[in-house]
């Protein structure tokens, strides 16, 4: 089992010491008591362990915070009822929170999803959890849910109403919502309920930099705190490089900034993050030459063991390159940009709430810098149906309060059927995150972006690197999205909260920057590289189609001609592999031997393209 993880045993009963005999067989510890028997157990690597007995109250804190023992303790004090337990996720960071006293026993992890948190059932009782797998294996059950890894083949990513159903990838774990908190009463019943918001976007620019700026500068410290090594994913865009700038202040020669250059000739990321670089000359930066680094796939024989399907696993030779070369210069923890495209870029739908004259400056402003006519922009910014009636017609149509969903079309009868099934079903009561779209789209982008950063950082911590994703902090999200939709989002100038808020910590010229790098001329190497080998994977003995899901059939004539695929159908035929990849380690087949496919795609065919 790989990356931090662990579980709790609600209530402490004598029956507890069976799963407690078998988290320690999946390489566990325990990680705190209560009333002398075994309470937590599992692996804490790299976050940070903490807990206090405040009269018949036990708490305890793990992850990414910076909280003592003393403020633990006053904060329980401090608490009253049982929903007010909430309180004490309002510390800088990111981690877990578990509390038991008399009324049972509650959990809850952060708004994006980061720390997730699941569930399940065993002969001793209710178990909660971090690991999905952990807690299959726990019950006894690792058998696949097909309905939820139907939704890892949707483009760009499920619609949340399916995404947080309360399913897992496994029949026995239930998942709880991002923004939820488990509660298992004295009776051994568990239930979620909501403890966090979307916040309503009504704070002004000038009034939100200040606030923004302080809640990411108090994210990356609490990250630095006890680091000897700091590095920072710096890719030269304004994300990752306003991160930069406030470790350098931070952590000075302890930042080091890693940039991996592109094959790409058109690409400037380079340029921009030396520029990044240069402006706070104490910190360290190294260049890394993309010929240097694994090939996107390399490796994909022997992934890594993900908790559900994610981009890291058929990538393994690659990420542990990356990670390796944090660690080789003592690096510990690596703080990732990912996340701030999605807090910082408001979905059009604000121009619904944005005054008639700035909406209407926006809206020539989005068709001049898109050069498109005024009327698609009116269009994309249109009111959307219902959410329950999105929701309900997803599958049949495009949403118009979320991106997508894209189907792919190799899809079987039966996975369709299966999500028309979860999609009505999830339409019953279904409202929205928040009531403005595009406070909602935000939120689901955050999400989506937070399902798969937990995975990587699941198995970066077992290569000896924590990852830390500060944009998707509770309070830099809330920062973000208190500002109005039309001054943090403008087609006239970039990020402007981002901008604002690193105003005089970053050049000039940088923070007018609007063009982005491409990665696609490296991933397109790798698929004409490893072609035929994922062509086998896909195509013979498929895991998804031995669960009635794909179609290998119509699947092989993408696959043949993946190097050149349009972004579209190359984020869905990725998505695919990491379905497909997923699948296979989850239930212990081999990737590596694979016969060479024959049909329904030959391997004349793949030659000949």
């Given at each position: 089992?790989?990356?931090d993880?662990?579980?709790?045993?609600p209530g402490?009963?004598?029956?507890?010491?069976?799963p407690?005999?078998?988290?320690v067989?999946?390489g566990?510890?325990?990680l705190?008591?209560?009333v002398?028997?075994p309470?937590?157990v599992g692996?804490?690597?790299y976050?940070?362990?903490?807990g206090v007995?405040?009269g018949?109250?036990e708490?305890?804190l793990?992850?990414?915070h910076?909280?003592?023992?003393?403020?633990?303790?006053?904060?329980?004090?401090?608490?009253r009822?049982?929903?007010g337990?909430?309180?004490?996720?309002?510390?800088?960071?990111?981690y877990?929170?578990v509390?038991?006293?008399?009324f049972?026993?509650?959990?809850a992890?952060?708004?994006?999803g980061i720390?997730?948190v699941?569930h399940?059932?065993?002969?001793?009782g209710?178990v909660l959890g971090?690991?999905?797998r952990?807690l299959?294996?726990?019950?006894g059950?690792?058998?696949?849910d097909?309905?939820?890894l139907?939704?890892h083949?949707?483009?760009?990513?499920?619609?949340?109403?399916?995404?947080?159903?309360?399913?897992s990838?496994?029949?026995?774990?239930r998942?709880?919502?991002?923004g939820?908190?488990?509660?298992?009463?004295?009776?051994g019943?568990?239930?979620?309920?909501?403890?966090?918001v979307v916040?309503?976007?009504?704070?002004?620019?000038?009034e939100?930099?200040?606030?923004?700026?302080y809640?990411?500068d108090?994210?990356?410290?609490?990250?630095?705190?006890?680091?000897r090594t700091?590095?920072?994913?710096l890719s030269g865009g304004?994300?990752?490089a306003?991160?930069?700038?406030?470790?350098?202040?931070t952590?000075g020669?302890r930042?080091?900034?890693?940039?991996?250059?592109s094959?790409?000739p058109?690409?400037?990321?380079v340029?921009?993050?030396?520029m990044?670089?240069?402006?706070?000359?104490d910190?360290?930066?190294?260049v890394?030459d993309?010929?240097?680094?694994?090939?996107?796939?390399?490796?994909?024989?022997?992934p890594?063991?993900?908790?559900?399907?994610?981009p890291?696993a058929p990538?393994?030779?690659r990420a542990?390159?990356l990670?390796?070369?944090?660690t080789?210069?003592g690096?510990?923890?690596l703080?990732?940009g990912?996340?701030?495209?999605?807090v910082l870029?408001a979905p059009l739908?604000y121009?619904?709430?944005t005054p008639?004259?700035?909406?209407r400056q926006?809206?020539s402003?989005?068709?001049?810098l898109?050069?498109?006519?005024?009327r698609?922009?009116?269009?994309?910014?249109?009111?959307p149906?219902?959410?329950a009636?999105?929701?309900?017609?997803?599958?049949?149509?495009p949403m118009?309060?979320e991106?997508?969903?894209?189907?792919p079309?190799?899809?079987?009868?039966?996975?369709?059927?299966l999500l028309?099934e979860q999609?009505?079903?999830?339409?019953?009561?279904?409202?929205?995150l928040h009531?403005r779209p595009?406070?909602?789209?935000a939120?689901?982008?955050i999400?989506?972006?937070?399902?798969?950063?937990?995975?990587?950082?699941?198995?970066?911590?077992d290569?000896?690197?924590?990852?830390a994703?500060p944009?998707?902090?509770?309070h830099?999200?809330?920062a973000a999205?208190?500002?109005k939709?039309?001054q943090?989002?403008?087609?006239?100038?970039?990020?402007?909260?981002?901008?604002t808020?690193?105003?005089?910590?970053?050049?000039a010229p940088l923070?007018?920057?609007?063009?982005k790098g491409?990665?696609?001329?490296?991933?397109?190497?790798?698929?004409r590289l490893h072609r035929?080998?994922l062509?086998d994977?896909?195509?013979?003995?498929?895991a998804?189609?031995?669960h009635?899901?794909i179609?290998?059939?119509?699947?092989?004539a993408?696959?043949?001609?993946?190097d050149r695929?349009?972004?579209r159908?190359?984020?869905?035929?990725?998505?695919?592999?990491?379905?497909?990849?997923?699948a296979?380690?989850a239930?212990t087949r081999?990737?590596?031997?694979?016969?060479?496919v024959?049909?329904p795609?030959t391997?004349s065919?793949?030659?000949?393209?």
């Open positions: 089992m790989i990356g993880w662990f579980v709790v045993l402490g009963s004598p029956a507890a010491p069976p407690v005999a078998a988290a067989r999946l566990g510890s325990v705190a008591r209560c002398g028997q309470w937590i692996r804490a690597l976050g940070t362990v903490i007995r405040v018949n109250v708490a305890v793990i992850g990414d910076t909280v003592t023992r003393y403020e633990l303790a006053d904060a329980v004090r401090s608490v009822g049982g929903s337990w909430m309180d004490l996720m309002g510390f800088p960071g990111s877990h929170m509390v038991r006293g008399p049972g026993t509650v959990m992890g952060d708004v994006a720390r997730a699941f399940t059932t065993t002969d001793a209710p971090t690991r999905a952990v299959a294996d726990l019950a059950d690792t058998r696949l097909d309905g939820h139907v939704q083949l949707l483009g760009p990513s499920a619609p949340i109403a399916l995404a947080e159903n309360r399913s990838p496994y029949r026995a774990v998942a709880v919502p991002p939820n908190y488990a509660s298992v009463d004295k009776d019943a568990v239930l979620d309920y909501p403890w966090w916040p309503t976007d009504e704070t002004t620019l000038d939100g930099a200040p606030w923004f700026r809640a990411l108090r994210a990356v410290t609490v990250r630095a705190a006890g680091s700091v590095g920072v994913e304004l994300d990752s306003a991160l930069s700038a406030l470790t350098a202040q952590c020669q930042t080091l900034n890693l940039t991996r250059a094959r790409d058109h690409n400037d990321d340029m921009w993050a030396r990044a670089a240069a402006a706070h000359p910190a360290r930066h190294q890394i993309p010929a240097s680094i694994p090939a996107q796939f390399d490796g994909w024989e022997h890594l063991a993900l908790d559900a399907p994610g890291t990538s393994p030779d542990r390159f990670w390796g070369t944090v080789r210069v690096g510990e923890v703080l990732s990912k996340g701030g495209d999605e870029l739908t121009l619904l709430s008639g004259r700035i909406a926006h809206a402003g989005w068709a001049a898109r050069g498109v006519h005024r698609a922009i009116l269009a994309e910014a249109a009111r149906r219902p959410y009636a999105d929701v309900a017609a997803c599958v049949t149509s118009g309060w991106n997508g969903p894209w189907l079309g190799w899809l079987t009868p039966r996975a369709r059927l028309l999609s009505e079903r999830a339409a019953t009561g279904a409202v929205p009531e595009h406070q909602h789209t939120m689901v982008k999400r989506a972006i937070a399902r798969w950063s937990r995975l990587q950082s699941d198995a970066a911590s290569a000896g690197v924590r990852m994703y944009y998707c902090d509770r830099v999200i809330e999205l208190s500002v939709g039309a943090r989002t403008s087609p006239f100038t970039f990020k402007p909260l981002l901008t808020a690193l105003r005089g910590s970053l050049p923070l007018a920057r609007r063009t491409g990665y696609s001329a490296d991933d397109q190497a790798g698929a035929r080998g062509a994977l896909l195509l013979h003995d498929s998804l189609a031995g009635g899901l179609e290998p059939a119509a699947l092989a993408a696959i043949a001609g993946w695929a349009d972004p159908m190359d984020l869905l035929l990725h998505i695919t592999l990491n379905a497909e990849v997923w296979r380690t239930e081999p990737l590596a031997g694979l016969m060479e024959t049909s795609c391997s065919q793949l030659e000949s393209r």
